[in-house]
C-alpha cells in the first residue's frame, strides 16, 4: 500500500497555517485519531483542514481537560481524505492501527497565523476552545503545545464572572405612580436573557450566561451565537471591564419573542447562525449595569455615576452593543412606561427597571407588564422546605379541562390558601384559575406563571355558581316580600302609589318563590339579617317598603333560571334604588309601625 494511498503525499511537507484575523470567518474539519504505531507507540494524531491540507500533530496524551495543555509534534502534512481513514497501515511510515476518537467535526477558526491557531468546536451546544502554538522558547521546532481555553470558573481569567442573577424587588404595575420621582431613573427591559460581558485587552468579548451548563457543568458561552461579536478586538482602555446586560433577537426591528431567543441560544454555533440567517434575526446586545470597569469592581458606585461609564465602554463598541432607553424625570419616565405598556415599544412589552440616583447596589426594582390567562387547574404538587407537609407547592394547569398538562403555577398563592388547597384538593381540582405571565409559547405553555385569583364564571365554579346565583335571587326575594308584605296588606287607597305598585309586582313574584326558601341555604346567610341592616339605613320607613317590593319584585321578575347572571342582580339594586326614591316622594310615615 503505497504512502499517498494513506494519505501521505508528500514526507516532511509542513505547511504554514493560513493566517486568519478576527475580522475573518473560517471554518476547518477537525478530527483525532488514535494511532497504535508500531515503532511510535499508542498516541493520538489530531489534525484541521483547509479542504486542501490536513494539518497534523501527534498527541501523546489526546485532548488537554480545560486550563491545562500538553505536548504536540508537528507531523507531516496529510490529504484531507485521510481524515475520516480508519483501518491497517501495514507497513512503512505509520506502521499499525489507525481508529477514530473524535469527529469529523466543523470547527470555527478564531485566529490564525504560521505558529498559532485557535479554534472553537462549533457543533457542539457547549463549544470547547483551544490553542495550538509553538512556543519560541523550544529547541525543537516541531515541538508545540495544546492548551484547552474554554472559560470556566476555574480559571483565573474568569473566576470573576458572576454565577448568579440580582435578586430584583418587584412592585406591580398599577403602583407604578409611587415611584415616579426625579430622584430615580427608568431603563426599559428587555425581553431577552440576562448575559454577562467580559472583556479582555485583544480578545473579543465572551458572552456568558451566569448559570452553568447542565451538560457539562462549565460556564454557558453565547459568545460566538451573536454575529460580529467575534470580529471585535476589545481595545486596552475596556480591559477588565464587566458587564451585565441583556442578549436579544430583532426581526425588522421589534424584539423577537423569548421563545424564539431560547431556540437560537440553545443551539449548537453552527445551528443558532443557521436560524439566525434563516429567519433573517439580528442578535443585540443591550447593558445596563457595571461589575467592573477598568478591572476595579464598581458595584457600590452609584447607579447614576455607573451609567455614565457605562456610557463611555458603550461608545468603544460597535451596534450590536447598545444602553437602554433611560428616564431621569418624571415626565420621561411616566412617558417610557406607556409607549411600553401601550404596546408601541419596539423592543419590550416587559416593562422598566427602576434604580434610585445614588443606589449602590445592584437591585432595581423591576415593573413588569404582565397580561391574565385563564388556565384549568389540573392536579397539585407537594410544597418543598418550609411548606413541606403544610402546604402545596403549586398546581398542574392545561388551557382546556381535560387538555394536555403544559406545565406549573407556583408562586402568588398565601399560604393559607396553600394549606386549603393541600388538605381540600377537591374543592380546587377543575376550577378555572387567572394567572399573570410573561408571554406564551406557541405550544401553549406560560412563561413565568403566577397564579393571580380564580374565575368565578368558568370551570367547574360556573354550574356551581349558577346554583348560588338562583338561590340568591329566590331566597332575597322571598325574604324581601316577607318584610314588605305588611304594607301591602292595608287597603290601596291607604298606601303610598309607588308601594301600592311595588306591592302588586312583589305578589307576582310571591307565588312562585314561597315554595323555594330551602334553596337560599346554599349561601349561609340570612336574608334577614341583611334586610334589616339595609332598611334601618334608610330614614324614611315608607321609603324601606318601596325598597323591599322593588327589590322582591324586581328579582323574581328578572329571573331566570338559565340566564342567571351579574345583570339580574344590578337590575334589581336598580329597581329599588328607584323604588327607594320614589317612596321617599310618595310615602306615608304613618306606616313607621310595620318596620320595627
Same mark, same amino acid.
Given at each position: 500500500m503505497?504512502?499517498?494511498?494513506?494519505?501521505?503525499?508528500?514526507?516532511?511537507k509542513?505547511?504554514?497555517?493560513?493566517?486568519?484575523?478576527?475580522?475573518?470567518?473560517?471554518?476547518?474539519?477537525?478530527?483525532?485519531?488514535?494511532?497504535?504505531?508500531?515503532?511510535?507507540?499508542?498516541h493520538?494524531?489530531?489534525?484541521?483542514?483547509?479542504?486542501?491540507?490536513?494539518?497534523?500533530?501527534?498527541?501523546?496524551?489526546g485532548?488537554?481537560?480545560?486550563?491545562?495543555?500538553?505536548?504536540?509534534?508537528?507531523?507531516?502534512?496529510?490529504?484531507?481524505?485521510?481524515?475520516?481513514?480508519?483501518?491497517?497501515?501495514?507497513?512503512?511510515?505509520?506502521k499499525?492501527?489507525?481508529?477514530?476518537?473524535?469527529?469529523?467535526?466543523?470547527?470555527?477558526?478564531?485566529?490564525?497565523?504560521?505558529?498559532?491557531?485557535?479554534?472553537?468546536?462549533s457543533?457542539?451546544?457547549?463549544?470547547?476552545?483551544?490553542?495550538?502554538?509553538?512556543?519560541?522558547?523550544?529547541?525543537?521546532?516541531?515541538?508545540?503545545?495544546?492548551?484547552?481555553?474554554?472559560?470556566?470558573?476555574?480559571?483565573v481569567k474568569?473566576?470573576?464572572?458572576?454565577?448568579?442573577?440580582?435578586?430584583?424587588?418587584?412592585?406591580?404595575?398599577?403602583?407604578?405612580?409611587?415611584?415616579?420621582?426625579?430622584?430615580?431613573?427608568?431603563?426599559?427591559?428587555?425581553?431577552?436573557?440576562?448575559?454577562?460581558t467580559?472583556?479582555?485587552?485583544?480578545?473579543?468579548?465572551?458572552?456568558?450566561?451566569?448559570r452553568? =451548563?447542565?451538560?457539562?457543568?462549565?460556564?454557558?458561552?453565547?459568545?460566538?451565537k451573536?454575529?460580529?461579536?467575534?470580529?471585535?478586538?476589545?481595545?486596552?482602555?475596556?480591559?477588565?471591564?464587566?458587564?451585565?446586560?441583556?442578549?436579544y433577537?430583532?426581526?425588522?426591528?421589534?424584539?423577537?419573542?423569548?421563545s424564539?431567543?431560547?431556540?437560537?441560544?440553545n =443551539?449548537?454555533?453552527?445551528?443558532?447562525l443557521?436560524?439566525?440567517e434563516?429567519?433573517?434575526?439580528?442578535?443585540?446586545?443591550?447593558l445596563?449595569?457595571?461589575?467592573?470597569?477598568?478591572?476595579?469592581d464598581?458595584r457600590?458606585?452609584?447607579?447614576?455615576?455607573?451609567?455614565?461609564?457605562?456610557?463611555?465602554?458603550?461608545?468603544?463598541?460597535?451596534?450590536?452593543?447598545?444602553?437602554p432607553?433611560?428616564?431621569?424625570?418624571?415626565?420621561?419616565?411616566?412617558?417610557?412606561?406607556?409607549?411600553?405598556?401601550?404596546?408601541?415599544?419596539n423592543?419590550?412589552?416587559?416593562?422598566v427597571?427602576?434604580?434610585?440616583?445614588?443606589?449602590?447596589?445592584?437591585r432595581?426594582?423591576?415593573?413588569?407588564?404582565?397580561p391574565?390567562?385563564?388556565?384549568?387547574?389540573r392536579?397539585f404538587?407537594?410544597?418543598?422546605?418550609?411548606?413541606?407537609?403544610?402546604?402545596?407547592?403549586?398546581?398542574?394547569?392545561?388551557?382546556?379541562?381535560?387538555?394536555?398538562?403544559?406545565g406549573r403555577?407556583?408562586?402568588?398563592?398565601?399560604?393559607?390558601?396553600?394549606?386549603?388547597?393541600?388538605?381540600?384538593?377537591?374543592?380546587?381540582?377543575?376550577?378555572?384559575?387567572?394567572?399573570?405571565?410573561?408571554?406564551?409559547?406557541?405550544?401553549?405553555?406560560?412563561?413565568?406563571?403566577?397564579?393571580k385569583?380564580?374565575?368565578?364564571?368558568?370551570?367547574?365554579?360556573?354550574?356551581?355558581?349558577?346554583i348560588?346565583?338562583?338561590?340568591?335571587?329566590?331566597?332575597?326575594?322571598?325574604?324581601?316580600?316577607?318584610?314588605?308584605?305588611?304594607s301591602?296588606?292595608?287597603?290601596?287607597?291607604?298606601?303610598g302609589?309607588?308601594e301600592?305598585?311595588?306591592?302588586?309586582?312583589?305578589?307576582?313574584?310571591?307565588?312562585?318563590?314561597?315554595?323555594?326558601d330551602?334553596?337560599?341555604?346554599?349561601?349561609?346567610?340570612?336574608?334577614?339579617?341583611?334586610?334589616?341592616?339595609?332598611? =334601618?339605613?334608610?330614614?324614611?320607613?315608607?321609603?324601606?317598603?318601596?325598597?323591599?317590593?322593588?327589590?322582591?319584585?324586581?328579582?323574581?321578575?328578572?329571573?331566570?333560571?338559565?340566564?342567571i347572571?351579574w345583570?339580574?342582580l344590578?337590575?334589581?339594586?336598580?329597581?329599588?334604588?328607584?323604588?327607594?326614591?320614589?317612596?321617599?316622594?310618595?310615602?306615608?310615615?304613618?306606616?313607621?309601625?310595620?318596620?320595627?
Open positions: 503505497s504512502q499517498e494511498i494513506i494519505g501521505l503525499p508528500e514526507f516532511g509542513k505547511t504554514d497555517l493560513p493566517k486568519v484575523g478576527l475580522s475573518e470567518k473560517v471554518d476547518m474539519d477537525f478530527v483525532l485519531q488514535e494511532h497504535d504505531a508500531h515503532r511510535a507507540g499508542k493520538f494524531d489530531l489534525r484541521l483542514s483547509d479542504g486542501d491540507t490536513a494539518f497534523s500533530w501527534a498527541v501523546k496524551k485532548l488537554p481537560t480545560p486550563g491545562n495543555m500538553h505536548l504536540a509534534i508537528r507531523q507531516s502534512d496529510h490529504s484531507p481524505d485521510y481524515m475520516g481513514y480508519t483501518g491497517t497501515i501495514a507497513s512503512g511510515y505509520g499499525g492501527e489507525v481508529s477514530t476518537k473524535r469527529g469529523i467535526e466543523k470547527v470555527f477558526i478564531n485566529k490564525s497565523d504560521k505558529d498559532k491557531i485557535k479554534f472553537t468546536f457543533s457542539k451546544q457547549d463549544p470547547e476552545e483551544y490553542v495550538l502554538f509553538n512556543p519560541s522558547k523550544f529547541a525543537e521546532k516541531d515541538d508545540w503545545l495544546i492548551s484547552n481555553v474554554t472559560p470556566t470558573r476555574n480559571m474568569y473566576d470573576d464572572v458572576p454565577d448568579a442573577k440580582p435578586v430584583y424587588k418587584n412592585k406591580s404595575a398599577d403602583r407604578v405612580e409611587e415611584v415616579y420621582s426625579d430622584d430615580s431613573i427608568f431603563t426599559n427591559k428587555i425581553d431577552g436573557a440576562h448575559i454577562i467580559k472583556f479582555s485587552a485583544g480578545d473579543i468579548p465572551k458572552l456568558f450566561s451566569y452553568k =451548563s447542565q451538560k457539562s457543568g462549565r460556564l454557558i458561552n453565547h459568545t460566538y451573536v454575529p460580529g461579536n467575534e470580529v471585535i478586538n476589545v481595545p486596552k482602555e475596556l480591559d477588565g471591564t464587566i458587564a451585565r446586560g441583556e442578549v433577537g430583532e426581526y425588522k426591528g421589534k424584539s423577537i419573542p423569548a424564539k431567543l431560547g431556540g437560537i441560544l =443551539s449548537s454555533i453552527d445551528n443558532a443557521k436560524k439566525l434563516d429567519n433573517k434575526v439580528d442578535m443585540k446586545i443591550m445596563f449595569d457595571l461589575i467592573k470597569y477598568k478591572g476595579k464598581v457600590n458606585e452609584k447607579y447614576e455615576d455607573r451609567l455614565k461609564m457605562l456610557e463611555e465602554v458603550n461608545k468603544k463598541l460597535p451596534d450590536i452593543y447598545h444602553l432607553d433611560i428616564a431621569k424625570d418624571k415626565r420621561s419616565q411616566k412617558r417610557l412606561f406607556e409607549k411600553i405598556k401601550s404596546g408601541k415599544h423592543k419590550t412589552k416587559e416593562g427597571m427602576v434604580w434610585g440616583k445614588d443606589q449602590r447596589d445592584d432595581p426594582t423591576k415593573i413588569k407588564i404582565r391574565d390567562y385563564d388556565v384549568h387547574i392536579e404538587f407537594e410544597g418543598n422546605g418550609r411548606l413541606a407537609g403544610k402546604g402545596v407547592g403549586g398546581f398542574s394547569y392545561s388551557l382546556t379541562p381535560n387538555g394536555e398538562i403544559l403555577v407556583g408562586t402568588g398563592f398565601s399560604d393559607k390558601l396553600r394549606k386549603e388547597m393541600r388538605d381540600n384538593p377537591d374543592k380546587f381540582i377543575g376550577r378555572v384559575a387567572r394567572v399573570n405571565a410573561l408571554d406564551q409559547f406557541p405550544r401553549g405553555v406560560l412563561r413565568a406563571p403566577a397564579f385569583d380564580f374565575h368565578l364564571e368558568k370551570g367547574k365554579m360556573e354550574k356551581e355558581s349558577k348560588n346565583l338562583k338561590a340568591f335571587f329566590r331566597g332575597f326575594a322571598n325574604e324581601l316580600i316577607k318584610q314588605s308584605s305588611m301591602y296588606t292595608k287597603e290601596p287607597k291607604e298606601l302609589f309607588f301600592d305598585i311595588m306591592g302588586r309586582i312583589s305578589r307576582v313574584g310571591d307565588s312562585s318563590n314561597r315554595k323555594n330551602s334553596l337560599w341555604n346554599p349561601l349561609n346567610w340570612t336574608p334577614a339579617h341583611g334586610i334589616d341592616a339595609y332598611t =334601618s339605613t334608610i330614614s324614611n320607613p315608607a321609603a324601606s317598603g318601596g325598597v323591599g317590593a322593588a327589590l322582591g319584585g324586581l328579582a323574581s321578575v328578572l329571573y331566570d333560571p338559565d340566564k347572571g345583570h339580574n344590578i337590575g334589581a339594586l336598580a329597581g329599588g334604588a328607584g323604588g327607594a326614591a320614589l317612596s321617599q316622594f310618595y310615602g306615608k310615615p304613618k306606616y313607621s309601625k310595620h318596620f320595627k
